[in-house]
Nanobody, 121 residues
Framework: VQLQASGGGLVQAGASLRLSCTTP????????LGWFRQAPGQKREFVAA????????IYSDSVKGRFTISRDNSKNTMYLQMNSLKPEDTALYSC???????????????WGQGTQVTVSS
């Protein structure tokens, strides 16, 4: 089982992108979902997460105010709207699921292959 991330690309600094993460089916609608990213040579880091009913969201300090996480359970899809992109946002973005809202990577599972975001200066 994998979650499928898409929507990455090459953009200039200041641009916007919207990533999507599709889950295999409605059984995941009861789970929290999260986004992580990994830059070359760096550890994977938490970006944002959303509770099963969109009632709660959490963000890393590096993206707070620029990125917005959302989900549409009718479409089995989570989104990450990324605005005011910076070169340091360049990374492979992956999504995964967890039983409760958390920033801790070890609690997440069903990782997908990710989608590459590259921001040029």
């Amino acid at each position: 089982v994998q979650l499928q991330a898409s929507g990455g690309g090459l953009v200039q600094a200041g641009a916007s992108l919207r990533l999507s993460c599709t889950t295999p089916g409605p059984t995941f609608n009861n789970n929290a979902l999260g986004w992580f990213r990994q830059a070359p040579g760096q550890k994977r880091e938490f970006v944002a997460a959303i509770s099963w009913n969109s009632g709660d969201t959490i963000y890393s300090d590096s993206v707070k105010g620029r990125f917005t996480i959302s989900r549409d359970n009718s479409k089995n899809t989570m989104y990450l709207q990324m605005n005011s992109l910076k070169p340091e946002d360049t990374a492979l973005y992956s999504c995964a699921t967890t039983t409760h809202l958390t920033k801790i990577e070890g609690w997440y599972y069903y990782w997908g292959q990710g989608t590459q975001v590259t921001v040029s200066s």
